[in-house]
């Protein structure tokens, strides 16, 4: 059964004060692993699909990392308006993506 | 260009009722897929649909059922409503589907009492 764990739960930092999110993964076969930011009462919005250990992406203060067992999201000087849930999703040879519950942001004036 | 659009936003039900759950996906898009999301949970995936056919399923009872139309619309129908049936109910959709990314709505909160 694919598994997709997140950490830390909650994450509270001041602005400009750069850090990482955690997602580990156990997949058959990994096809993706995807990246969601989530607004309180909105739906997911996606950011980033990676495919192979080794990849990257970037988009503004968010950088996104695989290896083989883990994804790391990169928050580099936060805004306020990061602040939200950051959702991990891994998809296997159903190629169904499994969520992890998410890492809530909060940033800090 | 309009994005997943999902109806209606809210709903309130009682125990034992029945409820339909309305999707539209984004344009160019030909497959939908829901989930339930609890309070402080990630999404949990119920079903897949594509050329009108539900081509995977999640953990979730026959009480939960769909359907999608010819336009790719699709609906959510949940019988027998449950308490814990209770949780933002997410539509999204995707092209083709294998590994596309997923655009969600912005869901419709059912409350079951």
């Known amino acids: 059964e694919d598994q997709v764990t997140q950490s830390p739960e909650a994450l509270r930092l001041q602005e400009g004060e750069s850090s990482s999110l955690n997602c580990s993964y156990t997949?058959?076969?990994?096809?993706?692993l995807f990246w969601y930011r989530q607004d309180p009462g909105k739906g997911p919005e996606f950011l980033f699909t990676?495919?192979?250990a080794g990849e990257e992406k970037e988009k503004e203060r968010l950088k996104a990392t695989l290896t083989k067992k883990e994804s790391f999201l990169h928050i580099t000087a936060p805004k306020p308006e990061d602040s939200a849930t950051y959702l991990c999703a891994a998809s296997g040879g159903s190629y169904i993506p499994t969520f992890g519950r998410g890492t809530s942001l909060i940033v800090h004036p | 260009d309009a994005g997943v659009t999902q109806s209606p936003t809210h709903l309130i039900k009682t125990r034992g009722q029945q409820v339909t759950l309305r999707c539209s996906p984004k344009s160019g898009h030909d497959t939908v897929s829901w989930y339930q999301q609890a309070l402080g949970q990630g999404p949990q995936f119920i079903f897949q649909?594509?050329?009108?056919?539900?081509?995977q399923r999640g953990n979730f009872p026959d009480r939960f059922s769909g359907h999608q139309f010819p336009n790719y619309s699709s609906e959510l129908n949940v019988n027998a409503l449950l308490l814990g049936d209770s949780a933002l109910y997410l539509c999204?959709?995707?092209?083709?589907?294998?590994?596309?990314?997923?655009?969600f709505g912005n869901g419709t909160r059912l409350t079951v009492t």
């Open positions: 990676l495919y192979s």
């Open positions: 649909y594509y050329e009108e056919e539900e081509r």
């Open positions: 999204a959709s995707s092209h083709r589907g294998y590994n596309s990314p997923l655009h």
């Open positions: 997949v058959s076969g990994l096809r993706g």
